[in-house]
């Protein structure tokens, strides 16, 4: 017979949770299990609210589990370690991203690309190996295997810093990998969001050459003046993209909704790469010629490991990237969601869990 819930998952928890696709969130018991010798179980000081957890939320890619937790911009502070553990201790503060758990034992794994196995199991929304739905960061705590802790060095601003675990490496991986974290490229970011404002503090923090590339001229000011972009390019000004043709190393798309890559493509250099990292809803268009012509590259990008991931938040530190972001109580989510849904945010909201969950316990 099998264990019910309350066996398996001994430690009471509590958060905010969909029981449906209403877009709605509202206060939720549950429970998580007990601390294994090689887990970590820490307090959640802060999540970051990801458009996916949106669109998770709303089940708008259609395999949502509900009731449904979300959060994996997740910061805290260990409160229990494992026996075995050796990365962290009681104290540390350290988060948790995209995934909680992978077979460790495929290509992928054994080469540091937990993020590519096909047994990946995500923070939330996924069954865990125990067959129990896993639930995210909007909750009073996390309990993970260490292989996906983060570490998180003393001079970060933690409520700044988590984006990162989903945003910042998101957009990290892509530059390191397509060989645009070089000084001197020319790296263009489409699309000023969540994705594209972190995308440029990357790659300038690199020391590539970046231009901002999006529809919104009023976002001119705040990429050259407030990100330290180079240039701007309003991509509905063909004369702004024609002299910007055959000019770039690499392109960042950070954008999710549908719109024309071609033009992108003729801005790449010969050898040039065309990375999707957002993730639109319907097919777009892709023209072969262009790349025949030139040798081009259009790929994609999810995440990165977990080496990739602490490499990326101690560079964050060691260059002082966060994210641009807006803290919000527990009980203001709805709201927050809402305002996502119509890109009202500059550029994340963050819930501050620590201070405001608590107060919201019916």
């Known amino acids: 017979m099998a264990k019910s819930a309350e066996v398996e998952h001994p430690v009471k928890a509590f958060g905010w949770?969909?029981?449906?696709?209403?877009?709605?969130?509202?206060p939720f018991n549950f429970s998580r299990r007990e601390t294994g010798d090689e887990d970590v179980r820490f307090k959640l000081l802060y999540c970051g609210i990801c458009h996916s957890d949106l669109h998770s939320i709303n089940n708008d890619w259609g395999f949502s589990l509900y009731p449904l937790v979300p959060g994996h911009e997740v910061v805290g502070e260990v409160t229990e370690v494992g026996s075995k553990v050796k990365k962290v201790k009681v104290g540390h503060k350290v988060g948790v991203g995209v995934m909680v758990d992978s077979c460790k034992t495929c290509e992928n794994c054994i080469n540091d690309l937990e993020n590519y196995c096909p047994k990946l199991i995500l923070t939330y929304g996924s069954i865990n190996t125990d067959g129990k739905i896993t639930y995210g960061g909007y909750s009073d705590h996390m309990i993970a295997n260490e292989r996906y802790i983060v570490k998180f060095p003393d001079n970060m601003p933690l409520d700044a810093a988590a984006?990162?675990?989903?945003?910042?490496?998101?957009?990290?991986?892509?530059l390191k990998y397509f060989g645009l974290a070089e000084e001197g490229k020319h790296v263009g970011i489409v699309g000023l969001g969540g994705l594209g404002h972190v995308a440029v503090k990357f790659a300038k923090a690199f020391g590539a050459k970046v231009t901002v590339i999006s529809t919104s001229p009023s976002k001119k000011t705040e990429a050259l003046e407030h990100l330290g972009a180079?240039?701007?390019?309003?991509?509905?000004?063909?004369?702004?993209?024609?002299?910007?043709?055959?000019t770039m190393d690499g392109i960042i798309d950070t954008v999710s909704a549908v719109h024309p890559i071609l033009p992108l493509i003729g801005l790449l250099k010969t050898h040039g790469k065309l990375v999707m990292v957002g993730a639109p809803d319907k097919p777009l268009e892709l023209s072969v010629f262009p790349l025949i012509t030139g040798r081009k590259t259009v790929a994609g990008s999810g995440i990165g490991g977990m080496k990739e991931t602490q490499e990326m938040i101690d560079f964050a530190a060691k260059h002082k990237i966060t994210a641009d972001i807006e803290v919000v109580p527990m009980d203001y989510v709805n709201k927050a969601l809402e305002r996502l849904a119509k890109g009202d945010v500059r550029y994340r909201f963050v819930i501050d869990i620590g201070n405001t969950l608590a107060a919201t316990k019916t």
Request: aromatic letters at 8%.
């Open 163 to 174: 984006p990162l675990l989903c945003a910042g490496i998101t957009v990290y991986s892509p």
């Open 230 to 246: 180079d240039f701007f390019l309003n991509s509905r000004e063909p004369d702004q993209m024609q002299l910007a043709v055959g």
């Open 17 to 26: 949770a969909a029981r449906e696709a209403s877009g709605r969130l509202s």
